[in-house]
Nanobody, 125 residues
Framework: QVQLVESGGGLVQAGGSLRLSCVAS????????MGWFRQAPGKEREFVAG???????YYVDSVKGRFTISRDNAKNTVYLQMNSLKPEDTAVYYC???????????????????WGQGTQVTVSS
């Protein structure tokens, strides 16, 4: 069982930055692939960025060059550094984990077993 807790969301002006954190419980964090997803009001949850347990990363096109995913296995934490934020980035951001994601990053929400409660990111224009 893995529990995920996100933090770092907030209100920021367009062009600003935020860093989201997701802390995982358990002693085998390094063996889990991690993903960041987001859900805007009235829209489906969508993949944003992910990192496999072996360190491969993948980003949705809309955030490439602006967002960076990283992890610190010693702290059981995955981060999402978000720069040059746009109003369309406004959403609730969720982190997710699954131990089967070892090499290739998975973008489908249905694959991830463990989810956090989400953190709100609001970007004003």
């Amino acid at each position: 069982q893995v529990q995920l807790v996100e933090s770092g969301g907030g209100l920021v002006q367009a062009g600003g930055s935020l860093r989201l954190s997701c802390v995982a419980s358990g002693r085998t964090f390094s063996g889990y692939g991690m993903g960041w997803f987001r859900q805007a009001p009235g829209k489906e949850r969508e993949f944003v960025a992910g990192m496999s347990s072996r360190g491969n990363t993948y980003y949705v096109d809309s955030v490439k060059g602006r967002f960076t995913i990283s992890r610190d296995n010693a702290k059981n934490t995955v981060y999402l550094q978000m720069n040059s934020l746009k109003p369309e980035d406004t959403a609730v951001y969720y982190c997710a984990a699954d131990r089967r994601i070892t090499t290739y990053v998975e973008v489908r929400t249905t694959v991830y077993v463990y989810w956090g409660q989400g953190t709100q990111v609001t970007v004003s224009s």
